[in-house]
């Protein structure tokens, strides 16, 4: 099988060793192999990314805009190709995985544009005679290091407002789906990133993430991630007073009150819930739900679950994939045991299945009689399992919503004027849906949250500028 090699200074290069990216939907599959970097590899990238980031700083934005515009067209062009390999390699279903090939494309083209629209401001002085100008810079070489489960998406929209703001970048996929990274690098070279500009290091976050945080050439790191390597990430970027930036866990609340529409209540939090197998940071895992349609919505949501398809994420029809590996799905197990223990009710699934190819198939799990002091409520799981939390009204409903370490995002469904404007101001969260799924964002809008689900400026939209720039005011005498 050949390998996938990794980019540096324009180079494809063979890794120390390679590792197997392997099909969690059927084990026996092989997507690719995939070169593993050490140390040295790591610092030839960030050397080359050093040399390169002056001339992409100061190219024109015309440049930059023809790049990432290609780029965007490119992956749009490709969005069934690339939709499979990331279905296969990470176990979205397919159209799930189109969908997200079709943002990364989308990204691509809006930072392109925004390569077209950078300012600065000039303001009157205090002083007589005097000019001041603030313009945004390039930090200079960025590192990048994004998880599995959003294998196209995530990287799109780092790599992109990235390059389109003038820095040189030094990629570091997750190990557990590469494909879709060196898919990118491929098409990165191809559309013709000057040399040393992009670089592509795949490998374990403890080699070659690591060696990325402490680097003194890597200006800022931006991260997405557990809160746990999180607060490693943040800890030594601060030791080096490197600029960090980072998107972590969830335990999303997702608040149903009695004057809900029954049907859109349902619809919203079973794909709120499991889509995507549950492994979405905006994932609802606490559905918290007032007692006058409390049971008409369990019955709801258990009758929804039992009838979705769990299969082989390229198979035709199948709504929820495989869990992305076994170990996630054995901590998804566990949690089942846990919530037993804590004295909530399994209401649906929770048991391991098997189909036609040994996967790590589970079906979608639902709890009831679940309470906020829980850790099945206070734990992200991160897989296909919700908790209903039953509560009298809504000033318990916000105040449960609000009672977690996280605070991604926050979503209500009601039919009152009052309690959406209500929650939407009060919801203590980045990102807040009415009638609508707590996973789910468009992607020209800021994108991020508060409390322990994030740290440093917001990703996405024009607010990206925050991240990948420093400001510089500049004075002038005649
Ligand atoms: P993870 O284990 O924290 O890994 C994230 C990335 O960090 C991977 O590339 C990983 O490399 C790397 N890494 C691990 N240890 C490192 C170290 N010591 N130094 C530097 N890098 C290191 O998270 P995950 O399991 O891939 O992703 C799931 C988590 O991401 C969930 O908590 C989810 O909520 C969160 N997430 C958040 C958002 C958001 O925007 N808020 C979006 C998506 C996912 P390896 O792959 O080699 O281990």
Known sequence: MTV??????????????????????????????????????????IGAAKAAAPAWGASTPQQRFDLLDAV?????????????LLSREEGKTLPEGIGEVMRAGAVFKFFAGEALRITGDKIASVRPGVDVEVTREALGVVGIITPWNFPIAIPAWKIAPALAYGNAVVFKPASLAPGCAWAIADILAKAGVPEGVFNLVMGSGGVVGSALLDHSDVAGISFTGSVETGRQV??????????????????????????ADLDTAVNCAVNGAFFSTGQRCTASSRLIVTEGIHDRFVDGVVSSIQALKVDDALAQGTQIGPVVDEEQLVKNLEYLEVGKGEGAKLAWGGERLN??????????????????????????????????????????????????EFGLSSGI??????????FKANAEAGMVMVNLPTAGVDYHVPFGGRKGSSYGSREQGRYAAEFYTTVKTAYTAP
């Open 4 to 45: 996938h090699k990794n980019l540096v200074a324009g180079d494809w290069q063979d890794g120390a060793r390679a590792k197997e990216n392997i099909n969690p939907s059927d084990i026996s599959d092989i997507v690719g192999e995939y070169a593993q970097a050490d140390g040295a590899t790591v610092e030839a990238a």
């Open 72 to 84: 965007g067209t490119e992956i749009l062009a490709r969005k069934e190709e690339l939709g499979q």
């Open 234 to 259: 943040a800890a030594r970027c601060a030791a080096r007073l490197a600029k960090v930036q980072l998107e972590m866990g969830g335990k999303n609340p997702f608040v149903v009150l009695d004057d």
């Open 355 to 404: 189909r036609d190819k040994t996967g790590f198939y589970m079906a979608p799990a639902l709890f009831t009689e679940a309470n906020n002091s829980m850790r099945i409520s206070r734990e992200e799981i991160f897989g296909p399992v919700a908790s209903v939390i039953r509560v009298k009204d809504y000033d318990e409903a916000l105040a449960v919503a609000n009672d977690t």
């Open 413 to 422: 469904c009601t039919t009152s004027l009052k309690y959406a404007s209500h």
